[in-house]
Nanobody, 116 residues
Framework: VQLQAFGGGLVQAGGSLRLSCAASGNILAINTLGWYRQAPGNERVLVADVSRSGRTNYADSIKGRFTISRDNTKNTVYLQMNSLTPEDTAVYYC???????????WGQGTQVTVSS
């Protein structure tokens, strides 16, 4: 599976960004698509994910501000990020997992920087 992410950038606190990630290759191997993030000096952590059936899962830190969605016809996952804070600054990585929760791919990472 190949994943290509788009949409990072620099935004002021309180602003919004939308990330997208397009999957290609062995699409049948994908059940869950999601986003992780890694801030400098920190581990990579789950932000949100969505299964093929549409069930979503969010980290507590972004609930109510971020929305994950998926278009199975385009094999693309989106992350709408609103009310951004400097604490959201990180490299965001797209991820795909199989039904057995095994990772099948990582995107290249896209930088999101939120200025105060």
């Amino acid at each position: 599976v190949q994943l290509q992410a788009f949409g990072g950038g620099l935004v002021q606190a309180g602003g919004s960004l939308r990330l997208s990630c397009a999957a290609s290759g062995n699409i049948l191997a994908i059940n869950t698509l999601g986003w992780y993030r890694q801030a400098p000096g920190n581990e990579r952590v789950l932000v949100a994910d969505v299964s093929r059936s549409g069930r979503t899962n969010y980290a507590d830190s972004i609930k109510g501000r971020f929305t994950i969605s998926r278009d199975n016809t385009k094999n693309t996952v989106y992350l709408q990020m609103n009310s951004l804070t400097p604490e959201d600054t990180a490299v965001y990585y797209c991820n795909s997992r199989s039904l057995g929760f095994a990772t099948t791919g990582w995107g290249q990472g896209t930088q999101v920087t939120v200025s105060s």
